[in-house]
């Protein structure tokens, strides 16, 4: 009997206990005119292996709560017995937004209004996150994003108006929380510094509602890189002590991982050599002991040792040791998995940047063009477009006669009215 591993992830990041899979459950079997008996046991049995396949609407209530087939979510038919679990059409599972760019933006649209809110509807909501966290991550942000992450905060707080318990109420602020949180890190990579300020501050207004310190820490996360962008530098430090000492930090090695190294950035900006080198190591140690295969919300699969090799080379750079950061751009870019197709091109932007910084123009402007070809398709969002300009102007700066920058500037001028 082998435990049912990928069951025990999809429960962990759907934050949930083993009572609360089986009220869900229960609640999704009620919805269509069945009687909800899965008990706690029930659950520990699938975990435990001992049913490895449930009955025909229980499989159908488990996809429908996690929004994954059976199969995704470890359970195997008997041998020479065929799935028979009902194909759900997906529309009827997750409804979408549709922007006015025509870009689906993973947002479940409202269903029939309850009587009470329970378990599978923070779920449904749940689900969206994740969805638009891979279209940040991919295109970078813009308005549709920031749009559609408003419309599934201001869904989650109207739940609030209906019968539920105070843990679906935290957690229905959670979400709140984290789609808000999704808004303001969309205008901060568009560049839109009010707009972002704006839902930072709501955000963490709803995370202290919600008492959750992991949406608090993404929050002073996205705060300290806003204060870099305006230039307040200090302000940046002060952001990445503040998501230092959230309460997650003392539980997860990685998250203490991504605060320390957004300090690090900090420290660097203000020209503090040693407390940028100094945070930068504890972020090192912090991330060898964080436990690679541990549950976490989506948001945060950006950060690991490529991301950290990345914000590596920002520091180094900024501290004058412009073949250190090389070095650790090229690391960064090797293991930056694809899905991060942003993160990738602004590593090869930092990249372009710390060539340049060691006189190398013509190798500079060739990295600087592979970022144009990685976002082939989509608008550039506003932050890749402010640190073109910082690589345009270094490049002015430090060979202004070279034939090379000249005709690196025209395609940088070309594919700026192209990106508007």
Known sequence: M????????????????????AEAVNDYLRSIGRDGTVSDRTVRHWLTGKTHWPHPRQREALEAVFGRSAGELGFRPPAGRRSTTRKEDPVHRRNFL?????????????????HAVGTTDVIRLRNGLAALTALDASRGGHEALERAALAGATEALGLQKYAASQRIRQR????????????AWSAVDARQSDRAQGHLNRALYLAGMAKDPVIELRVWNSH??????????????????AAQATAVTRRDPLFASLALARTAVGH???????????SLGHAED?????????????WVAFY????????????????????????????ALAAIPKQFRRNRALATIQLALTQLHQHDAEQACATADEVFTLMAGDPLPGRMRSYLGDFLRDLITLAPDSTTAREWEDRYRSEWSQAR
């Open 98 to 114: 549709t922007a006015a760019t025509g870009t689906a933006a993973a947002v479940p649209l409202a269903a029939a209004r309850p």
């Open 268 to 278: 660097s900006s203000v020209g503090d050599r040693r407390g940028a080198l100094r």
């Open 172 to 183: 229905l602020f959670s979400v709140a929380a984290n789609y808000t949180a999704s808004a």
């Open 2 to 21: 082998e435990a049912n591993r990928q069951l025990a992830d999809a429960i962990s990041e759907a934050g949930l206990n083993q009572a609360e899979l």
């Open 304 to 331: 690991g040792p490529s991301e950290l090799m990345a914000i590596t080379a920002i520091v180094r750079d900024e501290i004058g040791d412009s073949a250190g950061a090389e070095a650790a751009s090229h690391r």
């Open 224 to 241: 300290a890189m806003l204060a870099l962008h305006r230039g307040e530098f200090s302000q940046a430090v002060d952001a990445g002590r």
């Open 286 to 298: 912090a991330l060898a002991k964080a436990g690679a295969d541990d549950p976490r919300p989506s």
